[in-house]
């Protein structure tokens, strides 16, 4: 079974930076053999896809973080980061890391979540 763990979150003031790293584990499961995402929830809001970065290493960001975060990942540690900069108040959300898991031939998947890392950009 895969787990996401998210870390990293935090309380920072406008124009800050954090870091947030989402560490996988499973049978046989590496985050250089799936596409990883972050997306982030803010209280009243619908979940939205922040950043993707693909199996072969191609990234994809929303156009409200181009810029501003990116996405990477440590093969050895099988772990996927957002470094996050220029933080604004409206990055304030909870932020979750997120992957699909192929389970048969014919492409059906499941979807797996982290538990989420909350993110609060104030003065």
């Known amino acids: 079974q895969v787990q996401l763990v998210e870390s990293g979150g935090g309380l920072v003031q406008p124009g800050g930076s954090l870091r947030l790293s989402c560490a996988a584990s499973?049978?046989?499961?590496?985050?250089?053999?799936?596409?990883m995402d972050w997306y982030r929830q803010a209280i009243g809001k619908e979940r939205e896809l922040v950043a993707r970065?693909?199996?072969?290493?191609?990234?994809n960001y929303a156009d409200f973080v181009k810029g501003r975060f990116t996405i990477s990942r440590d093969n050895v540690k099988n772990t996927v980061y957002l470094q996050m900069n220029s933080l604004k108040p409206e990055d304030t959300a909870v932020y979750y890391c997120?992957?699909?898991?192929?389970?048969?031939?014919?492409?059906?998947?499941?979807?797996?979540w982290g538990q989420g890392t909350p993110a609060t950009v104030s003065s």
């Open positions: 997120h992957t699909r898991i192929v389970v048969n031939v014919e492409g059906a998947y499941v979807e797996v």
């Open positions: 499973g049978r046989r499961f590496s985050v250089s053999g799936n596409a």
């Open positions: 970065i693909t199996s072969d290493g191609n990234t």
